[in-house]
């Protein structure tokens, strides 16, 4: 049995970082092939192409690994912009902010972080609350901050900014998000999520567009 490593900051150098990105490559392969459970230390060296000293050195054990993992796929969501300038006109901001949204949400690759935060989620509750907290809680805030700025006589008549902002995100994972996360479908087309996009812009704007007086 390899001995743990106390966990200590490390002053990451640029050498440091390739090496830990090395580790984080080889350790998705594997949880996203094996599960949790399936996992081990072992199998996440040999991916990786470290020694498993070395994996203790970076990682004090698969758990820790695991929440890494998860926490960088929450930078690179993290880093996809969406342009909600208050300014800009709801329909035009929906279109593309749907379009954005789904785009990363079914990107090729990007559903296994989210199907094994599911998976593990039950176990190790704290890792899916933060995922879900830094993920997909401050996309709806966002949005719903864009649309409490166009809740007036003239445009939106919204009385909870929050529930809508969700209920629009929902449908524009209509036929999407559920058949690719669930691997019965690969991820849609581009042509195919302006198309859903579309619909779900329409039906909220029936809804939620002021009615003048």
Known sequence: MVASIPNTIHPFGEDDSSKR???????????????????????????????????????????????????????????IAFNLDPGRDVETTLREFGRSYIGSMCRPGGGSSIRTVMAIAERMPEVGRRFYQNVLAKSIESLSEYLQAHVRPNDLAIDDCQLAAAQFMQMCQATLFLPFVFQAEPAPSAERIARVVDSATRLFLQTYKATPK
Request: glycine content about 10%.
């Open 21 to 79: 990105r090395q580790i984080l490559d080889g350790a998705r392969k594997v949880f996203m092939d094996l599960g949790f459970d399936g996992a081990s230390m072992n199998e996440i060296a040999r991916a990786a192409g470290v020694s498993k000293g070395t994996l203790y050195v970076y990682f004090s054990d698969k758990s820790r690994l695991f929440e890494a993992m998860v926490e960088d796929e929450e930078v690179e969501k993290g880093k």
